[in-house]
Nanobody, 124 residues
């Protein structure tokens, strides 16, 4: 069973930082473009960030641009999402998505594998 695992979520005050990690014991992320998504209660899942297989291309949703940074470490088979200057509106379950297939990077249907998510809560 393919398993993608996110970690690093938690409770933080507004203005603080968190770093999310995404890894797998079965998938080799090096061959995949990856995405980060989030879903707040009562809202649809939305794309947060994308990183290409090479890592040379990174894309961000307007709401997080300039505050979040996506990166990957091939040796550790891990993708990261560094989140700085966090705001209460960033509160959501954050998901890692692996194996971007085609189309818009923010489309949930464009990815093959998903993790179970890690909760991020930002207090005001």
């Amino acid at each position: 069973q393919v398993q993608v695992v996110e970690s690093g979520g938690g409770l933080v005050q507004a203005g603080g930082s968190l770093r999310l990690s995404c890894t797998s014991s079965r998938l080799s992320f090096g061959g995949y473009a990856m995405g980060w998504f989030r879903q707040a209660p009562g809202k649809e899942r939305e794309g947060v960030s994308y990183i290409s297989r090479s890592g040379l291309t990174t894309l961000y949703a307007d709401a997080v641009k300039g505050r979040f940074t996506v990166s990957r470490d091939r040796a550790k088979n891990t993708v990261y999402l560094q989140m700085d200057s966090l705001k209460p509106e960033d509160t959501a379950m954050y998901y890692c998505a692996a194996d971007f297939l085609a189309g818009e990077w923010w489309n949930t249907r464009a990815y093959s594998y998903w993790g179970q998510g890690t909760q991020v809560t930002v207090s005001s």
